[in-house]
């Protein structure tokens, strides 16, 4: 593939400088920003994000900041999963879906206050979505893109290497809270979050000094530990069944197509935009369904376009990413498969740009 070609539109973020310092060798756009996508080799990334521990600039997971007395209410008019039980001090993985129910992106919300939110996005423009909900329904909030850059700290060892940084307390996070810890006398969102299932932690960095400081900080303290700047990892997220907005799903799917179902609750008045469209779907049950695919035989190149799932010569689905597992010895996939299809261990075949290969479909992920 050609280079792309740099320019103030294409985003650097606050920690780009120390990521190619470090080395980065591939980067993808993801909200108009640069996200590292690959160090050493995909799969060297791979088997040291399970073994050690990484500092991944996920910068580009830009922050929407709603504040004002109508926060709260817009937030619940975002998303159909409940809020009412969230306290500050917790994060929520929530599904925001337009007035038919198609999904537009699936953030992490940070409560901070009662009038005070984040909404940690994925790669769609939301923030002109939720500025168009506000205006229009006249709420009293105020909605921008603060200085906030997240930077993920990934891997078995993630735990030593933050207390080492920020202290002992950053054990104590519970997944999916945060505390309000300082760095260089800089209060920090510190959060047990992060897109791997290897453990570890999301420090919502305000830009400035700071952020190259924490870097440089986070590269000090974990020499012992082979600490290596990383990214979100292909692999591992697939065996994981992490999600990706604009790849595994787009706003032609619906929350339960993507396996989000558990986030929908669709029996109150919670006054959520798509409610009604959401209902008819929850009662019917999707026709559809994000599933675990196995590609049986070699490696598979990278999935860039939709690869057409096959069964008795008709199409039954779509893979949307795919690669080889150096751990499971086989390729791991994610694929909408239509409910005819879609129980475990159904026989199907994938086309994939290397001709038609035998695949299995799962329900459950592979970690
Ligand atoms: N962290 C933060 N912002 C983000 C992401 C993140 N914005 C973009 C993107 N990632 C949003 N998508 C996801 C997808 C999955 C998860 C988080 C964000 C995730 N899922 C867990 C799982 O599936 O095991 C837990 C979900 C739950 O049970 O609540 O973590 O990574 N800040």
Known sequence: MALLSPSRRLRRTVFSEGVEAQGVSAYTVYNHMLLPTVFKSVVEDYHHLKQAVQVWDVACERQVELRGPDAARLMQ??????????????????????????????????????????VSIADSDLLYWIKGIANGWRLDVLIDEPDISPLAIQGPKADDLMAEVFGDAVRNIRFFRYARLEFNGVEMVVARSGYSKQGGFEVYVPGGPVAMQLWHALFEAGASMDVRAGCPNLIERIEGGLLSYGNDMTDDNTPHECGLGKFCDTHDALGCIGRDALLRVAKEGPTQQIRAIEIIGDAVPGCDRWWPIIAKGKQVGRVSSAAYSPDFKTNVAIGMVKMTHWDPETDIQVETPQGLRDAKVYEKFWI
């Not at 993985?93 to 005070?116: F, Q, R, S, W």
């Open 77 to 118: 008019m975002l998303t159909p999963r409940d809020l009412r039980t969230m306290q500050v001090g917790q994060c929520f993985y929530v599904p925001i879906v337009d007035e038919t129910g198609g999904m537009l992106n699936d953030p992490v919300a940070v409560k901070l206050a009662d009038d005070h939110w984040w």
